[in-house]
């Protein structure tokens, strides 16, 4: 039996990031809630440290290591913005921090994981397992693995993000938020259940992985392989066991975007807001407004969960 994370590991979390990680504005625009017909509020997690909502659960993760695993270091597997999050954390806590990342990684992930003092590893990640090699280090140098969603701490410390949007509006209608091992969407749907019992809580996914909608949906994890989006952020095969127990739990249900949505609300985000979105942060706007029919008049939140792309493929992605 796994014992899951509750909405008090997540108070215990958001004491651990006080005055480490940043309390992210909550923005509006006025152009988005007259196109959707809802009130829209904005999480900005592209502006947290490191430039997404990882940090707060690698950070709160990396915080409770006792004197050994301090010493000994952490290990982790991840696309990049988990990466950049513990090489960030473990230079903060003055813990060694060993990264396995994909050789395809955007360029500007891996320099920063890089500059953060991160000992990066690469591997194929169309033919290589991540976990084993990440576990297979763990065991050789005596490392804490610390996965990029499906632990208890990092579960807990993303859900910081969602307490704070809650707290900042108090109840709402739906909360969008971006779907890929589930770690920031069991995370939220925990503070949600406890400060905003009414409100609707969504996962979105990318429409070419759509294996968390599967899971939901069929009451089992499924599998699928590394789906091709440019959603790099959700290029994940599986939930966890302990996210998809709080996800079925505690979520309303999980919608998909397509690639072309999310490059639509990029372009908004950049020319209404003046905010660079990653493509996977946009998973959640692309969604809202897919069924804008459902949220007239309502009060919605968004989270944006990271804000992680090279400028050079920005700038393709908008011109396209
Ligand atoms: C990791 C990540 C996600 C997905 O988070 P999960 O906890 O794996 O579901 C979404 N957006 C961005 C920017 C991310 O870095």
Sequence with gaps: MLTLPTYDDVISAAAR?????????????????????????????????MGAFKFRGAFNALSKFDAQQKKAGVVTFSSGNHAQAIALSAALLGIPATIVMPNDAPAAKMAATRGYGGNVVIYDRYTEDREAIGRDLAQK???????????????AGQGTAAKELFEDLG??????????????????????????????????????????????RSG?????????????????????????????RDVDDIFTASDAELV??????????KLMVEPTGALGLAAAR?????????????????????????????TA
């Design 264 to 273: 639509d609300c990029m372009r908004f985000f950049a020319t209404r807001m």
């Design 141 to 155: 140098h005596g490392l804490t693995l610390i996965p990029p969603y499906d632990h208890p701490d990092v579960i």
């Design 290 to 318: 897919a069924m804008k029919a459902k949220l007239q008049g309502k009060r919605v939140g968004v989270l944006i969960s990271g804000g992680n792309v090279d400028l050079e493929r920005f700038c393709a992605l908008m």
């Design 171 to 216: 109840e709402l209608d739906a909360l969008f938020v971006c779907l890929g091992g589930g770690g920031l969407l069991s995370g939220s749907a925990l503070s949600a259940r406890a400060l905003a019992p009414r409100c609707a809580i969504y996962g979105v996914e990318p429409e070419a992985g759509n294996d968390g909608q599967q899971s939901f």
């Design 17 to 49: 990031l006080k005055g480490h990680a940043h309390r992210t504005p909550v923005m509006s625009s006025r152009t988005m809630n007259r196109e959707i017909g809802a009130e829209v509020f904005f999480k900005c997690e592209n502006l947290q440290r």
């Design 220 to 248: 089992a994890i499924v599998h699928i392989d590394t789906p091709k989006t440019i959603a790099d952020g959700a290029q994940t095969q599986h939930l966890g066991a302990y996210t998809f127990e709080i996800i079925r």
